[in-house]
């Protein structure tokens, strides 16, 4: 399996079925997926609901292009198959119906590609979310390929002789990104990723819930209580599969998906050139008190802010960044001097914003 196959095997099963994985539990009681192409009647009902997908995307280097549906329908996998030569196709899996097309087109010199599935199954109206995902189809993501010697411009930071074309491309339903080293294919997702999304390299396989942190999900699986345990024998196949792959885990493999620390020296102190480089102002004159990057100031939390905040009531803190943002307002960016961490947060960038108003400044 490549690593695009594996990414779209991954991504088409998300939601499927959550911890604890039971029929019975609430949250598998009704199904929560992403990219869902509901059937026409129930889908006119909301401004958030569609029946169909649409993804379009521009090319250069080729005129030759092909492209994959992939979809749950029933608890299976299904596909649909497209290209310039069988550019459009009737479906019907189970009682959901539609059809699905490619086309494309000159762009000045560059080629948009259209690939759209649209659910067609007449139902009656009125029917419950429940009812409706019965004839939709789920998990809907598109793949989109090129020949040889051609290549996508991104969908989300196209270049800037592209940005024009890709602007025009209006897509709905689905979220393109670029999705091979190469850029020669676009992966219609259900979800909002980045251009060139990677699966960790640690992760022992789906559990249903793949933007979660894997290493608990493998532990609360070990935790089933038997009850929950003997209710999985009865449940759909895909889920029996990850159950089995799950409890073979041996304590190296949950080891193994804490992730990785790479470790470094120390970063060196930064000239007064680099000073000169890090984002924000150097120092800022709010209300006639002066905020200086790298003076220290003492937390004064306002009232309405959460607990956390309070527990830094009284506390030193260090001035890390100033920043001004678009609605004129000041944000002091801030380590607490105490915190035994603060060296690394500093590293990260992983500030707390405070307003001037809730700062005093030392020495003043």
């Known amino acids: 399996m490549t690593h695009l196959e594996e990414l779209v095997d991954t991504l088409l099963w998300e939601g499927h079925q959550l911890y604890p994985y039971t029929p019975s539990a609430t949250k598998n ?5 992403f990219g869902i192409v509901y059937p026409p009647a129930y889908a006119a009902g909301g401004p958030h609901t569609f029946a169909r997908l649409k993804l379009q995307c521009i090319a250069t280097g080729t005129d030759s292009f092909s492209g994959t549906v992939v979809c749950l329908q ?3 996998e299904r596909r649909i198959e497209l290209s310039l030569e069988q550019p459009e196709t009737d479906f019907a899996f189970g009682p959901v119906s539609g059809r699905a097309w490619m086309t494309s087109e000159d762009f000045g010199g560059m080629i948009r590609v259209t690939v759209a599935v649209e659910n067609e199954t007449e139902v009656e109206e009125g029917l419950t979310r429940t009812e409706a995902l019965e004839s939709s189809l789920l998990s809907t993501h598109v793949v989109v390929r090129c020949a040889p010697g051609g290549r996508f411009m991104s969908p989300i930071a196209p270049p800037e002789e592209a940005a024009t074309a890709v602007m025009t491309c209006a897509n709905v339903n689905t979220y393109p990104v670029l999705a091979t080293p190469g850029d020669d294919a676009v992966l219609g997702a259900a979800i909002i990723l980045p251009d060139h999304p990677q699966i960790a ?18 532990l609360h699986v070990l935790a089933l209580s038997d009850g929950e345990r003997a209710e999985l024998a009865d449940a759909d196949p895909a889920v029996k599969a990850m159950i089995e792959r799950a409890v073979k885990a041996t304590p190296e493999d949950i080891m193994a998906l804490h992730g990785r620390v790479t470790m470094s020296d120390p970063a060196p102190a930064p ?25 220290q100031v003492v937390l ?5 802010r959460n607990a956390q905040d309070h527990l830094l009531d009284g506390r030193s803190a260090t001035i890390e960044r100033i920043y001004i ?6 944000h002091l960016c801030v380590t607490v001097d105490d915190d035994p961490g603060q060296d690394i947060m500093r590293d990260i960038g992983r500030y707390l914003y405070f307003k001037p ?3 005093e400044v030392i020495g003043s």
Request: net charge negative; no cysteine.
């Open 29 to 33: 009681a009704t199904p929560t997926p």
């Open 74 to 76: 029933g608890g299976e």
């Open 201 to 218: 390299p640690e992760s022992r396989g789906s559990l249903f819930d793949s933007t979660e942190i894997e290493q608990a999900l493998l």
């Open 271 to 295: 000239s007064a050139e680099a000073d000169a480089d890090i984002r924000g102002e150097q120092s800022i004159v709010v209300d006639g008190r002066t905020f200086v990057r790298g003076r």
């Open 300 to 304: 004064r939390p306002e009232a309405n």
């Open 325 to 330: 943002d678009y609605d004129e307002q000041v």
């Open 357 to 359: 108003t809730e700062v």
